[in-house]
């Protein structure tokens, strides 16, 4: 009897230490699996979400600053001769005379706004190269209907760069920033019957007054939040022939 009670005694021993999980065991091991489940995703989804915003905010800043770099290198080209005219801002969209990439090519108009029908989008647009002065002054006006009431065609032309908030141009004229629209130092006559025509081209055209490009450009920006960039930026642009970084 003592040895059977024995082995009865170590069965029971083995039985206890060999027995399955509970269901309450088994419910709190998977709850404990499904927190740990949940937090992993939250935490990947987090990391993707901040992997996505980054990968927005540096394609605002890269755009932008390609942005700004466009509105140096066509400064820089600018045609300032008295044959066409160099510059005009009317408060609204800025046009410039560029030299076309391509020197053989001619001409190029270029304007650049802020249009209040894309979200306060900042636009440039540029026509196609001229070589004749009726084809420049076409395009000319094309640029001012562009920044008023663009046609489909015309905005097959124009480049989003930035949502802006607000815009302001400056003149450096006679050692001062000043408005654009004021009348001092903007336009000087020019000689009675100058003949100005485009380089390269034939047509030709009797000139009344010319155009003064300024010493300098002062381009503000006011960008949103919520951008990459918040706030005003400020980016001035110095005439080649002057040299320097600013006026």
Do not use: H
Not at 2 to 18: H, N
Not at 185 to 197: C, D, K, N, S
Not at 201 to 225: C, E, K, M, N
């Amino acid at each position: 009897m003592l040895v059977r009670t024995a082995i009865s005694r170590g069965r029971s021993t083995r039985f206890k230490r060999c027995r399955a999980f509970t269901l309450i065991e088994l419910l709190v091991a998977l709850s404990v699996m499904a927190l740990m489940a949940l937090l992993s995703w939250r935490s990947i989804d987090g990391m993707a979400r901040a992997q996505t915003t980054l990968s927005q905010r540096s394609d605002q800043l890269l755009t932008l600053q390609a942005g700004l770099a466009q509105f140096k290198f066509d400064l820089d080209a600018m045609a300032q001769t008295p044959r066409v005219t160099s510059l005009d801002w009317d408060g609204r969209v800025l046009r410039l005379t560029r030299l076309a990439p391509d020197a053989g090519d001619g001409l190029q108009v270029v304007a650049w706004t802020r249009r209040f029908d894309s979200d306060g989008q900042w636009l440039r647009w540029q026509s196609v190269p001229s070589r004749e002065w009726g084809s420049w002054q076409q395009s000319w006006n094309q640029a001012a209907l562009w920044a008023q009431n663009p046609s489909a065609e015309s905005k097959k032309s124009e480049t989003q760069i930035a949502p802006l908030l607000e815009w302001q141009i400056f003149y450096f004229r006679n050692n001062a920033w000043s408005n654009p629209l004021s009348s001092e130092g903007a336009a000087v006559p020019a000689a009675p019957g100058a003949p100005r025509t485009i380089p390269g081209g034939t047509a030709s055209f009797s000139a009344t007054a010319v155009v003064v490009v300024p010493d300098g450009i002062r381009l503000v920006l006011t960008l949103p939040p919520g951008q990459a960039l918040a706030g005003k930026l400020i980016q001035d642009w110095v005439k080649p022939t002057l040299g320097g970084d600013r006026p």
